[in-house]
């Protein structure tokens, strides 16, 4: 009889054994998830040769993208709440329960509130837990103070006094308007037919400006405007850009130079290494798998500057990140590259703090400046003030004002009388 052959079976006899396959396959797959969750856990896709996991499934054993997805994210958010794993196994919660709870199953998710949460999942379909999660979400609303003007500011040159005005009073019970979230910039490329493929993305009003600007400045060159061909051009463009800034790749290279030990690497030495290793990384793991990830690419020095490598091609590969930092981990110590990462982003946090506060003073110099100079204050005094409101965040104007006003205000100097004129004035009085 074939492997998959059961016309001989008789009725009850197939539902017994389908129900008994069912059940071995839900124990199956749960205890499959959790070796996959330690497996992503311990990042074993490194050593195996694969940048990530989701290239190691697709990648090693042929899975789509949406299936390789859908796995990883089961088995993380289970590796987080092991309780997942019996529930799956049991068939009380499905993998797709389990993708629609994981943005509410985080590492920041308190245990009791995961608990909870699992334990009213239990047993139901997706749309039941989507409108289980919508029912525990807030309501996604804000007031509407769209249709109410804003203050107004009144300036009174005569008397230099600066008055808000609000027209209308708050309401004690607003309106209440939906807020939807912007829409995915992440676009897909669905393959049609040999040589052509569908783009279908969302652009936002900046990206659309800029090709509509493209589209007017090429229309001698391409009077037709097609957007597909508007695409193309720029794309091949960037690329040869990209490539000349990360590969040095240009039409003349200049000659090539000693090579240096210092961490910049000769042009003509990144232009043999892609060469050599085919703009991909060149990892290979212990049974002689080849990562040739193109993502995130990055130059990597065989024997480390710090210990003396100089930057020559024989000494220089492609590796990507994930390798990279890997490969770093395995010379310098885990802890070492800790400290390293959480130096970087201690630096991209303080970065961020002063773009925040600059953001923060432009605006306060955009909006107070023109008050300021209407007051009488000449430009430079002008943003002496506003400089001062960089640091009463989520301050009123009225209040802003008042500070940059207390700012710029002249110290009063009493000038005593002279003295001797102060004797004659006793003098007459006595």
Same mark, same amino acid.
């Given at each position: 009889m074939s492997l998959y052959s059961f016309g001989s079976l008789q009725d009850h006899e197939l539902a017994a054994e389908?129900? %008994? !396959?069912?059940?071995?396959? $839900?124990?199956?797959?749960?205890? #499959?998830?959790?070796?996959?969750g330690e497996f992503d856990a311990r990042r074993m896709y490194e050593t195996a040769g694969y940048n990530s996991m989701r290239s190691y499934c697709v990648e090693k054993y042929g899975m789509d993208e949406d299936e390789a997805h859908r796995v990883i994210r089961v088995a993380r958010t289970a590796y987080l709440f092991p309780t997942i794993f019996p529930a799956l196994a049991d068939g009380r919660?499905?993998?797709?329960? /389990? /993708?629609?709870?994981?943005?509410?199953?985080?590492?920041?998710?308190?245990p009791e509130t995961a608990a909870e949460l699992l334990t009213a999942a239990m047993n139901k379909t997706k749309i039941q837990i989507q409108r289980l999660l919508a029912d525990r979400a807030a309501p996604a609303a804000v007031p509407n103070v769209?249709?109410? %003007?804003?203050?107004?500011?009144? /300036?009174?040159?005569?008397?230099k006094r600066v008055i808000l005005e609000s027209p209308v009073a708050p309401s004690p019970t607003p309106n209440l308007v939906e807020v939807k979230e912007p829409p995915s910039? $992440?676009? $897909?490329?669905?393959?049609?037919? !040999?040589?052509y493929s569908e783009l279908s993305a969302t652009l936002d009003d900046e990206a659309?400006?800029?090709?509509?600007?493209?589209?007017?400045?090429?229309? !001698?060159s391409l009077p037709s405007g097609s957007i597909p061909l508007l695409i193309k051009r720029a794309l091949l463009l960037l690329a040869r850009e990209l490539r000349r800034k990360k590969f040095?790749? #240009?039409d003349k290279p200049r000659a090539p130079k000693h090579a240096l030990t210092g961490p910049r690497i000769p042009a003509h030495v990144r232009r043999a290494v892609v060469e050599r290793d085919g703009e991909t990384c060149a990892f290979v793991?212990?049974?002689? !798998? $080849?990562?040739?990830?193109r993502e995130r690419v990055e130059f990597d020095h065989i024997e480390p500057l710090a210990r003396g490598g100089e930057s020559t091609a024989e000494n220089v590969r492609l590796h990507c990140r994930t390798h990279n930092q890997y490969r770093a981990k395995q010379l310098f110590?885990?802890?070492?590259?800790?400290?390293? /990462?959480t130096e970087a982003q201690q630096r991209a946090e303080q970065q961020r703090a002063e773009k925040a506060r600059a953001a923060e003073l432009a605006a306060a110099e955009s909006e107070l400046i023109p008050v300021l100079i209407r007051l009488g204050y000449n430009k430079p005094l002008a943003r002496r003030g506003a400089s001062v409101c960089a640091f009463m965040p989520g301050a009123s104007l009225e209040a802003r004002v008042r500070a940059a006003l207390r700012e710029l205000a002249l110290p009063v100097v009493r000038i005593p009388a002279p003295t001797g004129h102060s004797e004659s004035a006793r003098a007459g009085a006595s």
């Open positions: 389908v129900d %008994a !396959h069912l059940k071995s396959n $839900r124990r199956d797959t749960a205890i #499959v998830l959790a070796k996959l919660l499905t993998q797709t329960a /389990v /993708v629609t709870l994981s943005p509410q199953l985080t590492s920041e998710t308190a769209f249709g109410s %003007a804003p203050s107004a500011i009144t /300036v009174r040159p005569e008397s910039l $992440r676009g $897909r490329i669905t393959p049609l037919s !040999h040589g659309t400006a800029a090709l509509e600007d493209a589209r007017a400045l090429l229309g !001698h040095a790749q #240009v793991s212990a049974d002689g !798998h $080849r990562c040739d990830s110590g885990a802890g070492f590259m800790q400290e390293k /990462v």
